[in-house]
C-alpha cells in the first residue's frame, strides 16, 4: 500500500466517460451532476428509483449490462435527520445495505475503472476524539438513534476495501459532514436539522408565530459543507486520487482508505438557528425543548488528509443559508 504522500496518478477522466451518478436528484447527487457539467462532461448517467430501484438487485444489474458506465458516483441512500433515523430503524439498515451491496457488486461483476461511495460521518463512534480522524472508525460505539445507517455505511466502506484488496478494483469511500443547499429535503419529519430550521423559521415567519420550539437544548457542535463544494471534492477526488494514494496502514495495522470531507467550522445549533432565523426575516423568540434527545454532543471531521491533496471549501455558511434559502422559496412558495 502506499502512502497519503504518495505521487498522484491523475488518471483525467475523458470527458466523454460514461459516468453514473446514484441519487442524482437528490441533494447531494444534483450538486454532483451540475458539477459535471460544468466541466463539460457529455455522457452522464442518471436513474430515478422508478427507473431502477436500487435495493433490486436484478434491476440493478441488467442496469449495468444495458448502460456500461465507465465511472461510478454511488450517492443514493435512504437519508434523514434524527426523528426518520431513529423510527425507520429497519428501513435504514436495509435500504442502504442493498443499495451498497447492488451497486458496489455490479461496479465489480461489470468492470467499472473507479466508484466512489459517499459514507457520512456518523460512521464514527459517538465519543470519538474531536475532530474526527479517519482512523477512529470502528473504535468505540455509535450514537444509537442513527445507528442502523451508520453500520451500512461503514458494510459499504469496508465492501470497497474487501474488493479492492481481494479484485484489485478502484473503489473510493468519502464521508461527507452535515449537507446542505438547493435540492435539499424540506419534509417537517425527515428532513436534517438546517433544512427543518428553513422550513418551520419561513413558515412562523410567514405565520407570524411569536414563538418557535425547537428539539434538545442548541448546544451540540456540528459541522455544515455546502453541497457544490462537496460536489467539488467529488470530482476532485474521481479525477485525482486512486485506492492507492489514500489506503493506508493505521496505527492498530488496520487498512484504511475512507476520506473526510467536511467544512472544518463548527457552530452550536443555537447559533445555527440564529443564523437562519435571521436570514428568513424570522423576528420572535426561539425556545429549546430540552426533553428531546441532543445526540452525540461535538462532531467535527479532520479533513486534513483531503486537504493536503489538493481539496478545499469555498462558500462560508450564512452565504449557503442565503442560497438554500432562495432555493427553497423558488421550489415551495410562489
Ligand atoms: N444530506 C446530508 O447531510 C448528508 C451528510 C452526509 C452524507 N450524506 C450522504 O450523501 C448521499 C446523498 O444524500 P442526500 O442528502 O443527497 O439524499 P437525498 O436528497 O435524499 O437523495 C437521495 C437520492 O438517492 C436516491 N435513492 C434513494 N433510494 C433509492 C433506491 N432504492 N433506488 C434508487 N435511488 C434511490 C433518490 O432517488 P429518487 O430521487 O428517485 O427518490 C435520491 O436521488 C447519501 O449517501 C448520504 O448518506 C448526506
Same mark, same amino acid.
Given at each position: 500500500m502506499s502512502t497519503l504522500n /504518495? &505521487? @498522484?496518478?491523475?488518471p483525467n477522466i475523458p470527458r466523454n466517460a460514461r459516468i453514473y451518478i446514484a441519487g442524482h436528484r437528490g441533494l447531494v447527487g444534483s450538486g454532483i451532476w451540475r458539477a459535471f457539467e460544468r466541466r463539460g462532461f457529455t455522457n452522464l448517467l442518471g436513474k430515478s428509483r422508478d427507473e431502477v430501484n436500487l435495493i433490486n438487485q436484478q434491476a440493478v444489474d441488467d442496469f449495468f449490462a444495458a448502460e456500461k458506465p465507465e465511472y461510478v458516483v454511488l450517492v443514493a441512500a435512504k437519508v434523514g435527520g434524527i426523528l426518520a433515523n431513529s423510527t425507520y430503524r429497519g428501513q435504514f439498515i436495509y435500504e442502504n445495505l442493498m443499495i451498497e451491496m447492488n451497486v458496489i457488486h455490479a461496479a465489480k461483476v461489470h468492470g %467499472?475503472?473507479? @466508484? @466512489?461511495? @459517499?459514507? /457520512? $460521518?456518523?460512521?464514527? #463512534? &459517538? +465519543?470519538? #476524539?474531536? #475532530? +474526527?480522524l479517519e482512523e477512529y472508525l470502528l473504535t468505540g460505539p455509535l450514537e444509537t438513534t442513527n445507528e442502523p445507517y451508520a453500520v451500512a455505511k461503514i458494510a459499504g466502506i469496508r465492501l470497497c476495501d474487501a474488493y479492492n484488496r481481494q479484485y484489485g478494483t478502484n473503489f473510493i469511500s468519502a464521508m461527507p459532514t452535515n449537507m446542505y443547499g438547493p435540492g435539499d429535503n424540506y419534509h417537517p419529519e425527515n428532513s436534517h436539522v438546517l433544512p427543518a430550521f428553513i422550513r418551520r423559521f419561513h413558515e412562523a415567519k410567514e405565520q407570524g408565530l411569536e414563538k418557535v420550539t425547537c428539539w434538545? $437544548?442548541? /448546544?451540540p457542535l456540528r459541522e455544515f459543507l455546502y453541497s457544490d463544494d462537496l460536489a467539488e471534492a467529488c470530482i476532485f477526488l474521481m479525477e485525482n486520487i486512486n485506492y492507492a494514494d489514500v489506503a493506508h496502514e493505521d496505527s492498530t495495522g488496520t %487498512?484504511? $482508505?475512507h476520506i473526510n470531507v467536511g467544512s472544518g467550522s463548527e457552530i452550536s445549533i443555537k447559533a445555527l438557528a440564529e443564523i437562519v432565523a435571521d436570514v428568513v426575516g424570522y423576528k420572535g423568540e426561539i425556545e429549546w425543548d430540552r426533553s428531546k434527545p441532543d445526540g452525540t454532543p461535538r462532531k467535527l471531521m479532520d479533513s486534513s488528509k483531503l486537504r493536503k491533496l489538493g481539496w478545499e471549501p469555498k462558500v462560508k455558511i450564512r452565504e449557503g443559508i442565503g442560497r438554500a434559502y432562495q432555493d427553497f422559496l423558488e421550489r415551495y412558495t410562489g
Open positions: /504518495s &505521487k @498522484l496518478q491523475t %467499472v475503472k473507479k @466508484l @466512489l461511495f @459517499l459514507g /457520512s $460521518s456518523c460512521i464514527y #463512534p &459517538k +465519543m470519538a #476524539p474531536q #475532530p +474526527m434538545g $437544548s442548541g /448546544s %487498512v484504511q $482508505s
